[in-house]
Structure formats: C-alpha cells, structure tokens
C-alpha cells in the first residue's frame, strides 16, 4: 500500500508561485494526478502524469501555468504554479491512478485511489 505526503502550499499573492511536492511511500509504476479542493466545492481535477513522465494532462483552467512533474529516483510528484490567482485557492491533493497505464481522460477522482492529506494553498488578491 502506497503512502502519500504532499507539502510546500503556503500564502502568497496573486501572480506569484509556489512549487507543491508528493512523496510516495514507494515507487509505482501508476499515474499520479494532483486534484483540488475549494470550500464548498467538489474536488476537482487539475494535472496528471504518467510513470515516465511523458504523458501529462492539464484542466483548462491551469494549462499554461501549471507544469507537473516526476523524480522516480526520489519517488516524487511536483506540481508547479506560476501566475497563481485567487481562484487557484484551495487544497490540494495528490493520489495514484487505481488503473496500469496512462490515459488523459482519467480526471475523475473516482479514478484515483491512495490519496495524501492534502496541502493548503492560498492566493491573496
């Protein structure tokens, strides 16, 4: 069974950047997405890749400012976000693929299992 931590959330101020980490208890061969969470909205879906890295996927409403990435040396998940806007604000989350193999449609967080504790990231206007 697969642990997650993530870290490196914090306060900052809009247009700024924050680098999100996801270590994993061990190293997996599954995707790996990072997923948020606003108050009082449904956990939504914002980037994933795939084991070699090669295969990413963002929502719209990150693409272009987010950029996620992998270390499998350090069985770690990156997620990075510039031009950080308010509407960014939320917790963020990130969790294994429950499936073998890459595919960008998996967005759903049914398609997850293994989830970490979450991060909170907040963007002051």
């Known amino acids: 069974q697969v642990q997650l931590v993530e870290s490196g959330g914090g306060l900052v101020q809009a247009g700024g950047s924050l680098r999100l980490s996801c270590a994993l208890s061990?190293?997996?061969?599954?995707?790996v997405g990072w997923f948020r969470q606003a108050p009082g909205k449904e956990r939504e879906f914002a980037a994933a890749?795939?084991?070699?890295?090669?295969?990413?996927n963002y929502a719209a409403s990150v693409k272009g400012r987010f950029t996620i990435s992998r270390d499998n040396i350090k069985n770690t998940v990156y997620l990075q976000m510039n031009s950080l806007r308010p509407e960014d604000t939320a917790v963020y989350y990130c969790?294994?693929?429950?499936?073998?193999?890459?595919?960008?449609?998996?967005?759903?967080?049914?398609?997850?299992?293994?989830w970490g504790q979450g991060t909170q990231v907040t963007v002051s206007s």
């Open positions: 969790a294994v693929d429950r499936s073998f193999g890459w595919s960008p449609t998996r967005q759903s967080s049914y398609d997850y299992g293994y």
């Open positions: 061990i190293r997996t061969m599954y995707s």
């Open positions: 890749i795939s084991w070699s890295g090669s295969g990413t």
